[in-house]
């Protein structure tokens, strides 16, 4: 890359203190602005179309000690590195929050960094109004997960009238009532099917059916008031047939912890009944707790407890043999006995998903609102884990806020690159009806570090004869012109270079493995010709 950004430019002068300086230029140029123009170019110029905008925030983990507050100035407020609740595991290191909206295809359109410690239910508004903001034709709205059901999003889409997608929380009593609802409706109509991932698998199909209840959401001026929301009640066969699974693994799980309660319960010994009783308030979880705290049941298991009384012998006060006219001294004591029963649900009850909507079922159908949130998997959440893995940058440490910025804003315009690669080469495959080398056999929806692998063992080889420098390229297979037709690039470069007497620059990003850089030593010295394998 370094031929590429300057003439003359070289490795030296990318130093840390020289890339540091980058940095900070760049985020004094104001990252939304300059991103976004990246981003509205290469919609212009791919001409990708937009009718959904997927949102999503993740985290993004930083090394060493950082100033907990901002330093204020003029010009755009740098993120502020702070603990938070890591989606990554790693809560004793600082971070920020790294807000997108990318487009069907998975190219970043807008991106944010905010303070460590922001809410999701507070950033996920901000980022519909800058998504507004983009001013982007034939967006029909935006997809969200459970992040974006609020009462203050929920007012922002009916003010600015945007069309908008969400996951219902489990944890909202609407969901509970509304997955009540489904169960007894019997079979909800067929909304999607597709084929099974194999071909012992039965085929997934989606069924579900639009209901309209009334939900109470906050507006820009702080009034609040009671709206009709249109929810969908959606059945999944796939997830219904996974979450019966993961029931069955904890309720396993949890058969050993109601073992083990039930053998300290039994051996434990009360002297009255009513002591027994009290111990029955405590286990059944009916009583006040540990610091407040409700107690927890079992989740997967009922256990239902009754008082024995059991009569034994009475430890005599005197010593000594008893006589045989004493009759024998007997106490009642008193225990619990348990029995545990293994909770069976309903064949119904796994699978359901609550989706709530802004939109009205004349402008957007129960069908493609499905198939908008089913996006949300293969759209921003892959960039999410390109950015934590191949990409690398987490955990870092820059020095200064503006750097974590600038560097975060980098890492989103790679995001872009990857997203227009994999969407070039998918459309190539598509229209020409071609397939390449995946990871289990011939695709044609390869991902972009698919492609990348293909060309690992790509090399273009140097050699002199005669004291004439030849370039020859090795290891190109017909599926590597193929990409190369697919992203516009001009696969001469791989079909051999002429032949030039200083091609160092063009051999410097080379990659030659010892086996090939042996045959090159031996055909310099010898001055032969031959066929690199």
Known sequence: ????????????????????????????????????????????????????????????????AYEEEACPGAGPRPPRPAYGHSKDGHDDLKQVLLS????????PLRMGVRDGNTSDSIETPVAIEECVALGLDGVR?????????????????????????????????VRQELEAWGQQQGQLPLLLEKP????????????????????????????????????????????????????SAAQAKEAGRVAEHIQRVEARWF??????????????????????RTPRLWRYHALHYRVEAVNSPKKRTRRGRPPKAEAPQVEVRYRLGVHPEALVPPEDAHGWTVLATTMRSEVCTDVETLQAYQEQHITVEPGFRWIKNPAAISPVWLEKPERIAALAMLTVVGLLVYAVIQRQVRLYLRDHRQH????????????????????????LVQFVVDNTTSLQGHGVQDYHLII????GIDPAWYHGVATEQNSASITASATLHPFSLAHCSSWRTEGRRGDLD
């Open 141 to 173: 709205g935006i997809v969200a997960d459970s992040k974006a059901y609020c009462k203050r999003t929920l007012g922002l889409c009916l003010e600015q009238r945007l069309g908008l997608i969400t996951l219902v929380p489990r944890t909202c009593a």
């Open 1 to 64: 890359m370094i031929p590429l950004l300057q003439p003359g430019l070289t490795r030296a002068s990318l130093h840390d203190y020289r890339l540091g300086q980058i940095l900070d230029a760049l985020f004094a140029a104001n990252l939304n602005r300059v991103f976004g123009a990246i981003a509205l170019n290469a919609l212009e110029v791919y001409a990708i179309a937009t009718p959904w905008l997927h949102q999503d925030t993740t985290t993004i983990t930083l090394y060493g």
């Open 484 to 487: 190369c037709e697919a992203v």
């Open 196 to 247: 099974g991932r194999t071909r012992q698998e039965p085929p997934r199909r989606w069924h579900g059916d639009s209901i309209i209840r009334l939900v109470e959401v906050e507006y820009a001026d702080g009034r609040r008031a009671v709206e009709a929301l249109r929810f969908l009640v959606v059945h999944s066969s796939q997830l219904a047939q996974q979450a019966a699974v993961a029931y």
């Open 436 to 459: 390449i080398p995946g990871n289990k056999g011939p695709t044609a929806t390869p991902t972009a570090a698919v492609v990348f692998a293909l060309f690992a063992p790509v090399m």
């Open 100 to 107: 997108l909206g990318v487009s069907s295809d998975g190219l």
């Open 271 to 292: 002297a009255c009944a009513a002591d027994a009783e009290a111990a029955i308030i405590d286990y059944e979880g009916r009583g006040q707790g540990r610091r407040g």
